[in-house]
């Protein structure tokens, strides 16, 4: 028997010191100063109990808090999202949703980089059109890419790869190593590789490995949307108009 058990008879049967009464005169006989100087507490197993009770109830409350916390942080992510969406989805222009898209993430994630990079051979129609249509005026937040370097930010598995403490970015070039953080978001097109958005932060932890990009991956789609209905409309607007015959 432990003292905890010998604590939890002697606070079930105090007769016992009836029955052995010089037990309890050696306890009266023990002088203040031999005591501890915090005296050891004994809670009985009903005291216990109700102490558990309480701690869980308080570890439940906060991990709640927490999940409440964490909840609230998604739902304004998609907020602003969605709102990013709508704006890269009713653009007619590629220069004007590039500059959106790119004002808008750092307005609303303080993501200072961002390049929208396509893939060069991935879609031969996206490419010329782009060529054609805008030769050499091109936003400096959209670029083209070789397939060789897209393999190679993804190593052949287009996965959104996060990278932090980043000692020298192969996306952001020009910022003169002020890339602390990157992420690398992969554009698809029918299960293929098009192009790839890629945000840079000076903060060396804005980006790391386990991060979720559910968010990015999404907006990532929008794009690649958004840019073949630009082309599509350009490819309209080219077309020769026909009068009706009289």
């Given at each position: 028997m432990?003292?905890?058990?010998?604590a939890?008879?002697?606070?079930?049967h105090l007769e016992?010191?009836?029955?052995?009464?010089?037990l309890?005169?050696?306890?009266?006989?023990?002088?203040?100063e031999?005591?501890?100087?915090?005296?050891i507490?004994?809670?009985?197993l009903t005291?216990?109990?109700i102490?558990?009770?309480?701690d869980d109830?308080?570890r439940?409350?906060?991990?709640?808090?927490?999940?409440?916390?964490?909840?609230?942080?998604n739902e304004k992510i998609q907020d602003?999202?969605?709102?990013?969406?709508?704006?890269?989805?009713?653009?007619?222009?590629?220069?004007?949703?590039?500059s959106?898209l790119?004002?808008e993430?750092l307005?609303?994630?303080?993501?200072?980089?961002?390049?929208v990079?396509l893939v060069?051979?991935s879609?031969?129609f996206?490419e010329?059109?782009?060529?054609e249509r805008?030769?050499g005026?091109?936003d400096?937040?959209?670029?083209f890419?070789?397939?060789?370097?897209?393999?190679?930010?993804f190593?052949?598995?287009?996965?959104?790869?996060?990278?932090?403490?980043v000692?020298?970015?192969?996306?952001f070039l020009?910022?003169?190593n002020?890339i602390?953080?990157?992420?690398?978001?992969?554009i698809m097109?029918?299960?293929?590789?098009?192009?790839?958005?890629?945000?840079?932060?000076?903060?060396a932890?804005?980006?790391?490995?386990?991060?979720?990009?559910?968010?990015l991956?999404r907006m990532?789609?929008?794009?690649?949307i958004?840019?073949t209905?630009?082309?599509?409309?350009d490819?309209?607007?080219d077309?020769p108009s026909?009068s009706?015959?009289a």
């Amino acid at each position: 028997m432990n003292k905890d058990q010998v604590a939890i008879y002697l606070n079930g049967h105090l007769e016992f010191f009836n029955e052995y009464p010089e037990l309890l005169r050696k306890i009266k006989e023990i002088k203040e100063e031999d005591l501890p100087i915090e005296p050891i507490k004994t809670l009985s197993l009903t005291d216990r109990i109700i102490k558990r009770v309480h701690d869980d109830k308080e570890r439940l409350k906060s991990k709640l808090e927490g999940l409440f916390e964490i909840s609230r942080a998604n739902e304004k992510i998609q907020d602003h999202l969605f709102e990013i969406e709508q704006l890269v989805l009713t653009s007619t222009n590629l220069n004007q949703m590039v500059s959106q898209l790119r004002k808008e993430i750092l307005n609303r994630f303080g993501i200072p980089s961002v390049v929208v990079c396509l893939v060069q051979g991935s879609d031969h129609f996206m490419e010329d059109r782009l060529r054609e249509r805008y030769h050499g005026e091109l936003d400096e937040t959209l670029k083209f890419i070789s397939k060789e370097t897209a393999s190679s930010w993804f190593e052949g598995n287009p996965k959104p790869v996060l990278r932090g403490e980043v000692k020298e970015s192969e996306v952001f070039l020009s910022s003169e190593n002020l890339i602390k953080s990157e992420a690398l978001i992969p554009i698809m097109a029918k299960e293929t590789l098009v192009g790839v958005i890629a945000c840079g932060s000076p903060n060396a932890f804005h980006f790391y490995e386990g991060l979720g990009t559910e968010f990015l991956e999404r907006m990532a789609n929008k794009v690649a949307i958004s840019i073949t209905n630009i082309l599509l409309i350009d490819q309209l607007k080219d077309q020769p108009s026909t009068s009706r015959p009289a």
